[in-house]
């Protein structure tokens, strides 16, 4: 009985070295799917990090572009804002010429245009 036990003692020696061995293969081809997994995860982060930093590039570009638009904007309004300015000072400040016409005008005893017609209808 002692050589049988040893035949199924050597028996299941070997039973548990095969599947030690298959067991050591599908690790083996597992670690070579995840590694081959990590390389392309590695690969998309990659890319969206490029992408993240044009997508920041473009983000900066943009806000100096619209800070640089509420400049010319101030800019033109504060342009604008000065020219009305000195308008109301000309037009508040009275002309020598438009004061003697209206001196000339109201010590004149003709009557208007206006009057004349009106006297012409009413007659």
């Known amino acids: 009985m ?3 036990t040893g035949k199924n003692v050597v028996s ?12 050591v293969k599908k690790l083996r081809d597992q670690k070579l799917e ?14 969206r990090d ?6 920041e590039n473009l983000n900066s570009e943009m806000r100096e572009a619209a800070e640089l638009t509420r400049t010319n904007t101030e800019d033109e309004r504060a342009e604008i ?3 009305l300015e000195e308008l109301m000072e000309g037009l508040a400040e009275p002309d ?9 005008e109201s010590t004149d005893d003709t009557p208007d ?3 004349v017609e009106v006297k012409f209808k009413a007659t």
Do not use: Y
Request: proline content about 0%; charged content about 40%; hydrophobic content about 30%.
């Open 50 to 55: 490029a992408r993240i930093q044009e997508l």
């Open 12 to 23: 299941l020696l070997e039973e548990h070295v095969d599947l030690a061995i298959k067991t």
């Open 34 to 47: 995840l590694e081959a997994e990590i390389a392309r995860l590695n690969s998309d982060v990659i890319q």
């Open 2 to 4: 002692s050589e049988t």
């Open 113 to 115: 245009k206006d009057e």
């Open 96 to 104: 020598e010429t438009s004061e003697s016409d209206e001196t000339s």
């Open 81 to 83: 804002r000065r020219q």
